[in-house]
């Protein structure tokens, strides 16, 4: 068993995530449902998975935060990684992503979308929940620019997912962690490098949002993503992260420099067999404007369902677009995605390491197919008693 056999695994039966956890079996998402596959995962291989993945030199930095975020390309999938203690010893959540190059037709996304590309400077939040494919809308409107404009795209990412291919951009990617320190420095950095387009992997702290409101009102226009289910609560979420002294300010901010939320979900269609994305669209018009500036978030939602005439869509709308929609995109099984590196750049750490042997890669292995579970057979693990040191003690023994 090696973790490409479990990815090659992942990746005949469509998953969009696998999961690993010592005492488990794996588990993959599949349209949105988990089911598990094959026996309980022993603690070690997964200990020598996350070794091989993080590197000796990195290890350290895993051991201090308990988790640790990286993206590969195993198995001829590119994967984001995140690997965590538990109770239990050391787990994986991976994300498998897609496997084409993400643009708005393969998407099947609505081709309005390419007009908020227009603007040189503003913000455009992408929001959904987890999993509902906010970075691939994010590569997809990237990618729109990059086939068409000769602009300067720098991204900020935790990690990347999307390698992009320059064609008439020009294009920097930087990993959180690995080329920045964080996302706060990569923004303040990403002012002084003279991008057209800046894009935030997602903004999660009111430090984060600060400096990208910062940066869509000084002439960039600003791609991001957050996690919301309809783009009003995108809105208040901004707005709710900062200290209710500097809520006017920021509310008077976002208003000006706001050029529309795209909110989405996943939909599995039993009939296309495949998933597509539900959008609610929100433009900032001078009625949004007006109502983010007095803090009435509650009466964008009629505002979106009276603004079709302004490109604002409703989910209820959005479906009905759907069903009448004729054409489709069905990514094949065997299309290269449009990247120019097989695997990551090397790890440089950005903080002091114990010094040590370079790390190997994963170690390339044929795919094997997962045993059958035992169904009804009760799996009880106790959590690890001394942290997850005891346990890399234990089983070096």
């Not at 290269?336 to 890669?361: C, N, T, V, Y």
Request: glycine content about 6%.
């Amino acid at each position: 068993m090696t973790l490409e056999s479990l990815i090659a695994t992942a990746q005949e039966a469509d998953a969009s995530d696998l999961h690993l956890e010592p005492g488990l079996p794996a588990a993959i998402r599949v349209r949105g449902a988990l089911r598990t596959l094959g026996e309980p995962m022993p603690a070690k291989p997964l200990i020598d998975f996350a070794r091989q993945l993080i590197g000796n030199e990195q290890w350290p930095v895993f051991m201090e935060r308990r988790s640790f975020d990286t993206s590969k390309t195993i198995h001829g999938v590119r994967c984001r990684i995140n690997v965590l203690q538990t109770s239990r010893g050391v787990g994986f959540a991976i994300r498998l992503l897609s496997a084409f190059q993400a643009t708005i037709e393969k998407l099947n996304l609505l081709p309005d979308l390419r007009k908020f590309l227009n603007h040189t400077s503003g913000l455009i939040i992408v929001s959904g929940p987890t999993g509902s494919g906010k970075s691939s809308t994010v590569a997809a409107l990237l990618q729109e620019i990059n086939v068409n404009e000769a602009r300067h795209m720098v991204t900020l990412e935790s990690p990347i997912e999307y390698i992009y291919r320059p064609r008439m951009a020009y294009i920097r990617q930087r990993e959180v962690g690995r080329d920045t320190p964080s996302y706060e420095q990569g923004l303040l950095d990403a002012l002084r490098e003279d991008p057209d387009v800046l894009m935030v992997g997602e903004m999660r702290d009111p430090e984060t949002m600060r400096l990208t409101l910062n940066a869509s009102e000084t002439g960039h226009l600003v791609l991001t993503t957050m996690h919301s289910s309809t783009c009003a609560e995108a809105l208040a979420r901004v707005v709710s992260a900062f200290p209710a002294e500097m809520q006017n300010a920021v509310r008077a901010q976002l208003a000006d420099c706001l050029i529309a939320i795209i909110c989405q979900r996943l939909r599995f269609r039993p009939d296309l067999k495949i998933r597509v994305p539900e959008c609610e669209i929100m433009v900032n018009t001078m009625a949004v404007k007006n109502f983010i500036r007095m803090g009435d978030f509650f009466k964008i939602i009629s505002a979106m369902e009276m603004g079709a005439e302004s490109g604002m869509w409703t989910f209820a709308r959005y479906q009905t677009w759907l069903e009448n929609k004729k054409t489709w995109y069905f990514p094949a099984g065997d299309e290269k995605p449009d990247s120019e590196p097989a695997q990551s750049p090397p790890i440089a750490p950005l903080m002091p390491s114990r010094p040590s042997a370079k790390s190997s890669g994963v170690s390339p292995s044929a795919p094997s197919p997962a045993k059958p579970s035992r169904e009804g057979a009760p799996i009880e693990i106790e959590p690890v008693e001394g942290g997850l040191e005891s346990l890399i003690k234990k089983l070096g023994e």
